[in-house]
């Protein structure tokens, strides 16, 4: 049974109703490929979930851009796991790179985060990958395996999780990883879990990629083998994210 293809389409902070609106209604009339082949979440901002979830095709589905890290009480301005599950929120991107670099979350509070999502039944897009300078000194495997190795300490059972390497010099900045440069993070995030976890979870784990994704570039990554899809950024308010889904049709010919 080969891993199911995987298309998350992350809007960050971007959107007025109206523009939400349009944005599911070009979604809904998309022809893409059924659910056996591959699998689609969009993740719009919190306030936006409900809407989305209610306008939103029923093969496609929703995920939070961000959790709190345990049970909800007095932490002004988040939203927890239990609050996301009480709306039928079924997914959740964690530790994006964005968070890691903006708000300083580490390593061990990204791991937290993720454990804790799924003791509440969530799914959770996890997110690793380097910065420029990490690359450039030839880090790249020990970060994203240290990223990594955070969440594996904290959890045992990887079913509901995928990894999305996002390498952080290639998000919003129009450069992308090459295929071959893709590949390589990627069976090398794949050993790391046959080595460190075990042979099912590195074999079963959905490893996707983010970085300046788009509908021109979307085939030749969903070429590479360790490559299970992707998380799409600015792409996935345009039509071209429908190209984008289509893609999967490269693993499945």
């Not at 970060?143 to 998000?171: F, G, L, M």
């Not at 046959?194 to 590195?202: D, I, Q, T, Y």
């Amino acid at each position: 049974m080969g891993r199911k293809f995987f298309v998350g389409g992350n809007w960050k902070c971007n959107g007025t109703t109206e523009e939400v609106k349009k944005i599911v209604a070009t979604l809904n009339d998309g022809k893409v490929p059924s659910q056996d082949v591959v699998e689609v979440v969009v993740s719009p901002p919190f306030v936006f979930l409900p809407l989305v979830q209610s306008l939103l095709r029923p093969d496609f589905q929703v995920a939070a851009q961000n959790v709190w890290v345990k049970k909800g009480g007095a932490y002004t301005g988040e939203i927890s796991a239990e609050i996301l599950v009480n709306l039928g929120i079924p997914w959740v991107i964690v530790g994006h790179s964005e968070r890691r670099s903006l708000l300083g979350e580490s390593n061990e509070f990204v791991g937290d985060k993720v454990a804790y999502a799924l003791s509440q039944g969530l799914k959770v897009i996890a997110c690793v990958g380097e910065t420029l300078e990490q690359r450039e000194s030839g880090s790249t495997v020990d970060v994203v395996a240290a990223q990594t190795k955070a969440i594996a300490e904290r959890i045992s059972d990887w079913k509901n999780v995928v990894i999305a390497y996002e390498p952080v010099w290639a998000i919003g900045t129009g450069k992308v990883a090459t295929p071959a440069q893709a590949q390589e993070v990627h069976f090398e995030l794949r050993k790391w879990l046959l080595e460190n976890v075990s042979a099912e979870v590195s074999e079963s784990t959905r490893i996707i990629y983010g970085g300046s994704v788009n509908g021109a570039n979307s085939k030749e990554l969903a070429g590479q083998p360790d490559v299970d899809g992707f998380l799409v950024g600015g792409a996935s308010l345009k039509p071209e994210f429908l190209d984008i889904i289509n893609s999967a049709t490269v693993k499945s010919s």
